[in-house]
């Protein structure tokens, strides 16, 4: 945004410093400065180009989880609450709103609600998304970050989807309840509007929320807890990226 110029040249200034850091992982600089090719409006000019950043489809993704899972013989209970989890000797007795049982291991990966259950630094982050309806000649493609990462945008064929702002209501948006907020929406709208799509005629078509979780450093918690819980929490916002290989670090600790 304009209003983070000093921000922008401290980034570009580190730009060399970070891709040297980076280049035994990628074999190539990540990142470059590329002209605002997408006509965004109240930019500083360039932006920061990550050429290894992609997109996933998280539907499909999810679609795909689903039926491996249930392809290994493993079940899958929705709209079942946990309320406590009581260890014994070698076993957990697990207490929800609608019955109880028993396992000889239990993993904890509800992230942004793990507090709920575990002593452990983690804290919810709700999260609100809108997404548009079919943009015609929609020409923006990619996944853009502003300010400071706490707006998020991406092209889902011809919509924008769009989510972030919490930063405007830590407090408020510091919570396990999903929903929206007018700080947050008119936020969002105005985002779309004046920054990201001025030049088009849109609608929005979906508002929603998700909780992620967050702490005081990035770094997830993936651990023991006690003799037979361990937990894979503490995303930190990134839970679609890293979130494969946290569950095979957490299955690991009992391998």
Not at 24 to 37: E, G, R, T
Not at 125 to 131: M, Y
């Amino acid at each position: 945004m304009e209003t983070d110029q000093k921000l922008f040249d401290a980034c570009v200034e580190k730009k060399e410093y970070i891709n040297k850091l980076l280049k035994s992982i990628f074999k190539d600089d990540v990142f470059s400065l590329k002209d605002n090719i997408f006509n965004f409006k109240n930019l500083t000019g360039d932006y920061i180009f990550n050429q290894f950043e992609g997109q996933i489809d998280t539907g499909a993704m999810m679609d795909a989880l689903l039926k491996l899972v249930q392809s290994k013989g493993i079940k899958i209970l929705n709209a079942v609450l946990v309320e406590d989890i009581i260890e014994a000797n070698n076993s957990i007795r697990i207490k929800t709103n609608h019955f109880e049982f028993s396992a000889s291991k239990l993993y904890v990966a509800t992230n942004g609600f793990a507090s709920q259950l575990l002593k452990e630094d983690v804290k919810p982050a709700r999260a609100q998304v809108v997404i548009t309806k079919p943009i015609t000649n929609l020409n923006v493609k990619g996944t853009f970050h502003l300010d400071k990462g706490y707006f998020y945008f991406r092209n889902v064929n011809n919509r924008i989807l769009l989510g972030g702002g919490r930063h405007l209501d830590f407090k408020g948006e510091t919570t396990t309840q999903l929903g929206e907020t007018a700080t947050v929406q008119n936020a969002l709208e105005k985002l779309l509007s004046t920054t990201i799509l001025p030049n088009y005629t849109y609608e929005i078509e979906h508002r929603w929320s998700g909780i992620m979780g967050v702490g005081n450093q990035k770094q997830a918690i993936v651990k023991q807890v006690s003799s037979n819980v361990f937990c894979g929490v503490r995303l930190g916002g990134m839970g679609v990226a890293v979130g494969s290989l946290i569950g095979k670090e957490l299955a690991e600790l009992t391998l």
